[in-house]
Nanobody, 122 residues
Framework: QVQLVESGGGLVQAGDSLRLSCAASGRTFSTSHMGWFRQAPGKEREFVAIITWLGSRTNYADSVKGRFTISRDNAKNTLYLQMNSLKPEDTAVYYC???????????????WGRGTQVTVSS
């Protein structure tokens, strides 16, 4: 079992940066692949980024590639998402998730946090 709690969201202007954190508890965090997803109002939840359990491999959605960086600190049981050059279209609730497949599919994740709101004004 893994329990996940996101933090770090807020209201920023276009071009600003934010760093999201996801604090995990449970025995399997360090062996779980971790992902970030987001859901904008009226839209389906979508993949943002993923990192392997060891942190050796990452993958990003095309819409955030080059602007967002996913990382993890297994000693602190924490996942991060550094978001730079934010755009209004990045506005969404951001969720972290844990799973055992290196996948961008929502269906492959077993544990989810409750999300943190990111709002980017133009």
């Amino acid at each position: 079992q893994v329990q996940l709690v996101e933090s770090g969201g807020g209201l920023v202007q276009a071009g600003d940066s934010l760093r999201l954190s996801c604090a995990a508890s449970g025995r399997t965090f360090s062996t779980s692949h971790m992902g970030w997803f987001r859901q904008a109002p009226g839209k389906e939840r979508e993949f943002v980024a993923i990192i392997t359990w060891l942190g050796s491999r990452t993958n990003y959605a095309d819409s955030v590639k080059g602007r967002f960086t996913i990382s993890r600190d297994n000693a602190k049981n924490t996942l991060y998402l550094q978001m730079n050059s934010l755009k209004p279209e990045d506005t969404a609730v951001y969720y972290c998730a844990a799973g055992f497949r290196f996948s961008s599919s929502i269906d492959d994740y077993d544990y989810w946090g409750r999300g943190t709101q990111v709002t980017v004004s133009s």
